[in-house]
């Protein structure tokens, strides 16, 4: 009896357009637009620094200043460093030109460099350092204090990240101008040890910790879109028991008149939907990753494993949400509800969500069946089974028990005298 | 007015769906214009990066570090010492809950004092812009602590000096007005987030009045009824373009609410032109849709995966500058690309030289699609009805 009610279930399940529509094409087309959307931020990302393009007018009258080797120190890789990209690319112009290009966007700014009001030629740290080993303390003082007089403005036109580091460029060599100034007021003897640090730019203090696998933020779009798709089971299996029970429809009391087992019939019902939105899900995981080319990260069998637990999980809430809710609306709203109110917190539209929601209530992560099966699939995909992997994988199979029994419990011993 | 009644009462049925889009829109629109809107300062103000220290060291260096950073960005001092809190930590910066996370460990300032690896790390998201932005800002202060040490200063001395240093510190910057103002304003955003609503809204709203008039049993009534057929046509019209128009001024009334005093208000009539534009699509579509079916499951299903798919390929969800070229080369055979380009041309144009900006070629675009659509409504209907004859 078990295999007939399951092959009827999953003709009935087949033959209803809407759920065809739902649970296999809607995430279909779903991913589609995902990819159309983020596809291009996944592969090329974003975040990804590059080099600031910058522009560099020298109205002194020295041809290479201090802040101009500062700068072209800028445009190189240090071997040893962490970076691909130099920090800045350097184009030295006209401040005309600079002008020109920084309003037609082509140079994120530029430095402007002039000579003070009331220097006297010897106008840079860099005549400082020159005379730094050879003069008296005295002159040290005076020479410092002609290099103040050189002024660099920087120009952009518009705040962000870009204006920052250019601005933080400007700031690093105030820095070291006010260091050298202090040094030779307190300490002169030692100012050409400071003026060879300065120029060693080989110095990094800090380097990039790097998990193993780092797969693109936005590509947990398409987890919560997996997860979004696992739950539309709900709806398929609140129309599933709307068939089984008599007081939902005609084909109810005629379910409930039949001799069969109806536990037994609504356990093989239960395992068609299973089977079908796993099916659903993982048709979208071979699109996204064959078709579309974004790849999860992780192995493909575990990921649609994973799917497949969690389209039973969605079966069993929705099993859950069949037993409880009597009227023909709710059965359809509160599915409807249900899964979207917990994909847009597993981050379906807004990518950081769950991240907000572990920081503020940690525990509603753990109670939302999308967040739960989002954690596992990040977990799996960016760690490796790890604990925490292990738990999201637990919490899926009590919650899938956990729905079947309560709404078995709720289903059971129900007897009609006349239908 | 017997018909014209009729069918605005016919959607009461979809009230709950359509209230459902609506608050989308009034919710998340306004959420989305406060983050994807770039406004033109006058002053430079610093990009201000969030950051998370962990710092295990507790030394004098560590807690300078720390210092010098607050006077910058916004510091906040975790605890992570196994490698789940680590992980935390990294889900944290990759989900934008930090920007980055410096790792100072135990034996920091000795190693550095000793001239050997930090041991210091960062988490980023990759290599980005503001972990960039952090790697320069540690290293120069590091590197001038140990600098000032070298020189002879001790490292209270040195620490202070550096951190007095970076405060102290005062580039001198000028704001120059660019020549193309990129479209990015609140009131923009707000405008082109409202296509994927209306377009849901008009779509499942008309389709609904239409379909329902399609319907063998109310369509016979309908033909026996002694109103003349120019009549009921008319009040079906009126009743089609009642609901349009009122969509269209609740949508509007949302954005003025929602932006209150934050934007500015001086080209809405052209904002709105253009949205009344879509809204003539919007209901040609919802023609279409509901001469091709009759079910209202169908109806809702397609118009979701046609307007978001629209949306998210025209630039209504995610900005044009982060998609592909030939992703945007598809999108201009779509109403909703014409539609956000209006948006664009109204933002970045003056006041008065909006008309010549390339607004009356998005407008005759979007017109068009709503030809399109009509046309191609009608030629369903026809063939729909001689097949019934």
């Not at chain 1, 990094?204 to 997996?226: E, G, H, M, R, T």
């Not at chain 2, 033109?40 to 300078?64: C, K, P």
């Not at chain 2, 809204?201 to 033909?223: F, P, Q, V």
């Amino acid at each position: 009896m078990f295999g007939h009610v399951f092959i009827y279930q999953m003709k009935q399940l087949f033959r209803q357009k809407w759920s065809i529509g739902w649970n296999f094409c809607f995430p279909l087309v779903l991913a589609t637009v995902f990819f159309f959307g983020f596809g291009n931020l996944i592969k090329e990302d974003p975040d990804v620094f590059k080099s600031v393009e910058v522009g560099y007018v020298n109205e002194t009258s020295q041809e290479d200043t201090l802040f101009e080797q500062l700068l072209d120190g800028l445009t190189e890789v240090d071997e040893d460093s962490d970076r691909d990209n130099p920090l800045l690319i350097l184009h030295e112009m006209t401040a005309d030109e600079a002008e020109e290009k920084l309003k037609a966007g082509e140079i994120s700014g530029y430095y402007l460099e002039t000579t003070g009001a009331d220097s006297t030629g010897a106008d840079s740290t860099e005549a400082l350092a020159k005379s730094s080993a050879k003069v008296g303390t005295e002159a040290f003082t005076e020479v410092s204090t002609a290099s103040t007089e050189t002024d660099i403005k920087l120009k952009i036109t518009e705040n962000g990240i870009d204006a920052t580091i250019l601005s933080q460029v400007l700031k690093s060599y105030q820095n070291s101008e006010s260091m050298v100034k202090r040094v030779m007021e307190e300490h002169p003897e030692n100012i050409q040890t400071v003026m060879d640090e300065l120029t060693n730019d080989n110095q990094d203090f800090i380097s990039q910790k790097v998990f193993n696998k780092n797969v693109a933020p936005f590509v947990n779009y398409f987890y919560a879109l997996l997860a979004m798709a696992s739950l539309f089971g709900s709806w398929m299996c609140t129309a599933m028991l709307q068939g089984m029970c008599a007081n939902m429809s005609e084909r109810g009391k005629r379910f409930e008149c039949s001799p069969t087992n109806k536990m037994t019939a609504v356990f093989a019902g239960l395992l068609a939907c299973t089977i079908l939105q796993g099916l659903a899900d993982t048709i979208v995981i071979l699109y996204i990753n064959y078709v579309l080319g974004i790849h999860f990260g992780g192995n493909l069998l575990v990921v649609i494993a994973l799917s497949f637990l969690a389209s039973a999980m969605g079966i069993s809430c929705g099993a859950l949400i069949a037993a409880i809710c009597k009227s023909e609306s709710l059965l359809i709203g509160v599915p409807i509800a249900f899964s979207m109110i917990c994909s847009f917190f597993s981050g379906l539209m807004v990518g950081n969500i769950r991240a907000i929601v572990e920081q503020k209530c940690p525990f509603f992560n753990r109670i939302n069946p999308a967040a739960v099966y989002v954690e596992s699939i990040y977990r799996f995909c960016n760690y490796g089974a790890d604990q925490k992997f292990w738990n999201s994988v637990i919490i899926m199979v009590c919650m899938t028990l956990g729905c079947v029994v309560l709404s078995s419990l709720f289903l059971r011993r129900r007897s009609y005298g006349s239908l | 007015m017997v018909v014209y009644k009729a069918l605005l009462k016919t959607i009461k049925g979809k009230m709950t769906s359509l209230i459902i889009y609506f608050v989308v829109f009034a919710v998340f629109g306004s959420i989305v214009a406060r983050q994807n809107s770039k406004s033109m300062d006058s002053m430079f103000e610093a990009h201000q990066v969030v950051i998370a220290l962990v710092d295990q060291d507790d030394s004098e260096l560590s807690r300078g570090i720390a210092e010098a950073f607050s006077q910058m960005d916004k510091i906040e001092k975790v605890k992570a010492s196994t490698e789940d809190d680590l992980k935390k930590l990294n889900d944290n910066v990759r989900f934008d809950i930090y920007d980055d996370a410096i790792l100072i460990p135990s034996g920091f300032e000795a190693n550095v004092l000793a001239g050997h690896e930090s041991g210091a790390e960062f988490l980023s998201k990759g290599q980005s812009a503001s972990s960039t932005l952090m790697y320069t800002k540690f290293n120069t202060f590091v590197k001038n602590v140990t600098i000032y040490m070298n020189a002879g200063f001790s490292e209270t001395e040195a620490i202070v000096n550096a951190t007095d240093d970076m405060e102290k510190a005062e580039p001198e910057i000028e704001m120059v007005k660019a020549n193309d103002k990129t479209g990015h304003s609140l009131m923009a955003v707000m405008y082109a987030f409202m296509a994927y609503s209306m377009m849901m809204i008009l779509s499942i709203g008309i389709a609904t009045i239409i379909s329902s008039i399609k319907k063998k049993d109310l369509m016979a009534r309908i033909t026996v009824s002694p109103m003349s057929s120019f009549r009921q046509n008319l009040e079906q019209v009126l009743a089609i373009t009642t609901f349009g128009l009122v969509v269209l001024l609740a949508m509007i009334l949302v954005v003025c609410i929602f932006l209150g005093n934050e934007a500015d208000y001086s080209k809405i009539w052209y904002y709105s032109i253009n949205s009344a534009a879509l809204m003539v699509v919007g209901i040609s579509f919802a023609f279409f849709l509901g001469t091709i079916s009759q079910d209202e499951g169908v109806i809702e299903l397609v118009s979701n995966m046609v307007f978001l798919g629209m949306s998210f390929i025209s630039g209504v969800f995610v900005t044009r500058d982060f998609m592909s070229e030939s992703v945007l080369k598809v999108a201009h055979f779509l109403p909703v690309y014409w539609y956000v380009s209006g948006t664009e041309q109204i933002d970045t144009a003056k006041v008065s030289e909006i008309w010549g900006s390339g607004l009356v070629g998005s407008l005759v675009m979007q017109l068009l699609f709503a030809l399109l659509f009509m046309g191609a409504g009608f030629v369903v209907a026809r063939k729909k009805e001689r097949y019934v004859l």
